[in-house]
């Protein structure tokens, strides 16, 4: 049971990539779904959530205007959109299911959050 990031690679400063987290063994339909990243020698932070039904979003003030957090509940699956990107975006990238009866207002905060998968690397070149 966990949460699979996947669409991460390498691209040059300004450019595009679109993140997917896809849940294996375990519905996310009904939780708040959040991103956060992870720099070598860094503390995990928050990127990005998204409330069950996709009408809450909240993301990081570091990626506000460049990330965009969606969701397609019929194909189990949350997005995450990042145009514009910046060599301080490089970090490995994870998607986590928020715990039941969390309060979004705590969407920023890891240990609300389970099923945490593998990340995806992304890299941003000067």
């Known amino acids: 049971v966990q949460l699979q990031a996947f669409g991460g690679g390498l691209v040059q400063a300004g450019g595009s990539l679109r993140l997917s987290c896809v849940a294996f063994g375990v519905s996310f339909s009904r939780n708040t779904v959040g991103w956060f990243r992870q720099a070598p020698g860094k503390e995990r932070e928050f990127v990005a959530a998204i409330s069950w039904s996709g009408a809450s979003t909240v993301h990081a003030d570091s990626v506000k205007g460049r990330f965009t957090i969606s969701r397609d509940n019929a194909k189990n699956t949350v997005y995450l959109q990042m145009n514009s990107l910046k060599p301080e975006d490089t970090a490995a990238y994870y998607c986590?299911?928020?715990?039941?009866?969390?309060?979004?207002?705590?969407?920023?905060?890891?240990?609300?959050?389970?099923?945490w998968g593998q990340g995806t690397q992304v890299t941003v070149s000067s």
């Open positions: 986590a299911r928020q715990v039941p009866g969390a309060p979004f207002a705590r969407v920023a905060t890891t240990s609300f959050y389970h099923y």
